[in-house]
């Protein structure tokens, strides 16, 4: 090894976990901090933390019920579109059917 090129090798380093647990290992630095540690990370422990509250499952429910809430609304107007057109040819046939009869007061006058 080259001299005055090398980082310094701790051997005793502390490694501090964000749970509280810590060890030693070896590091070129005397002090390392990290967020997880086999205590603390749930593949160790076995037990499942919910992390993302507002994850995955809650935004498909939205855009599930939204999507049926759409499809209810386009079924309405749909709905409400057939009655329209329902009475605008119940309006013409009544047009129709008066229009063949003559209006008295009319053909005198002319």
Known sequence: MKDKIHPKYYPNAKVICSCGNSWETGSTKP????????????????????????????????????????KKE?????????????????VEIVDTDESVEPIEGLAENK
């Open 31 to 70: 002090e390392l901090h990290t967020d997880i540690c086999s205590n603390c990370h749930p593949f160790f422990t076995g037990q499942q933390r919910i992390v993302d509250t507002g994850g995955k499952v809650e935004r498909f429910t939205n855009k599930f019920e939204r999507a049926s809430q759409l």
């Open 74 to 90: 386009v079924e309405e107007r749909s709905a409400a579109r057939e009655e329209r057109r329902r009475a605008r040819a119940l």
